[in-house]
DNA sequence: TAGTATGTTGGCGC
DNA sequence: AGCGCCAACATACT
């Protein structure tokens, strides 16, 4: 599931639960997961060190320990980062346990094992290939319209595939895009180029305050990813194709973009301009 | 039952 | 360089 607006509640709940504590053992059940080395020094490197603080930027999370190593992840299509306490329910498909004190976990599951930790030595964490490439931070250093207008004329894609380039800004996946564009009244699959500078202005405007809608929206009891079991889908358009557009009652379509499932309504988002 | 869809990303080939 | 396709993997649905 997780795009910006979960990874950012994956954030927030390991602040309140695994800040302060301290790594007392590893199980590192799957090694694809856990990158950078052998499991018995990634072992040691962990190993009686606190947890001193957690970041994010565009889906990737860390947490950072007191010697200044980083533990960062990706969650990838199913991924969970998670801190479980003595007595509460054990999540399935765990590939990574971390045993803190407290008697506290700090868990990583994954069903489809596309999500990956990596263990930063202290300073690196910045330099780490992934972690580089990223443009800015969707939220917290959002775009201007200007930019956006600006980066639209070096590409012949739909404005949808934009919008999910993590090299130009971080953190907006399928479902985003969809939803910022629906709430822009712009058609996904519009060359990117076609758009106004005032349509990008939108855009840019509508960004940030969708983050923190979708953010407090999912801020309630446990994280859910949109399609695990118990899930309530809180998107305007996601997975509602044939339903009326919660906006002028058209019903809502699907199309497939840049081999992406994508929701929006015809009525609303004109393709022509 | 077999085929298809599912949030992401990186690599490969044109 | 830019862009499309596909693999990585497990499960649910039609």
């Given at each position: ?87 509460e329910e054990t999540i ?115 960004i940030p305050e969708y ?15 949109i399609g695990e079991h ?44």
């Open positions: 599931m997780p795009e910006l607006p979960e990874v950012e509640i994956t954030v927030a709940r390991l602040r309140e639960r695994a800040l302060g504590r301290t790594i007392l053992a590893v199980e590192a059940p799957d090694a694809r997961i856990l990158q950078g080395g052998s499991p018995t020094e990634l072992t040691e490197r962990l190993v009686g060190r606190q947890i001193t603080s957690a970041g994010r930027k565009g889906k990737y999370l860390w947490l950072k320990l007191a010697d200044g190593q980083s533990l960062v992840g990706h969650l990838r299509m199913t991924g969970k980062l998670v801190v479980r306490e003595a007595g399935p498909y765990v590939r990574f346990r971390a045993g803190l004190d407290g008697g506290r976990a700090l868990v990583f599951a994954d069903p489809r094992r596309f999500g990956r930790l990596w263990l930063a030595a202290p300073g690196e964490r910045e330099h780490l290939p992934e972690l580089a490439r990223l443009g800015p931070d969707a939220l917290e250093e959002p775009l201007t319209g200007e930019q956006w207008h600006a980066a639209a004329q070096r590409t012949q894609r739909p404005v949808k595939l934009l919008l999910m380039e993590q090299s130009l800004t971080s953190g907006l996946g399928n479902i985003c895009a969809a939803e910022i564009l629906f709430r822009a009244g712009i058609a996904p699959r519009r060359a990117a180029q076609s758009l106004s500078r005032a349509e990008w202005d939108r855009i840019a405007a509508i983050l923190r809608w979708a953010i407090a929206a999912q801020s309630h009891g446990d994280l859910k990813l118990g899930a309530e889908n809180v998107f305007a358009l996601y997975r509602r194709a044939g339903q009326p557009c919660p906006q002028c009652g058209t019903p809502v379509q699907r199309a497939v973009i840049g081999q992406r499932g994508t929701y929006f309504c015809p009525r609303c988002q004109p393709e022509a301009g």
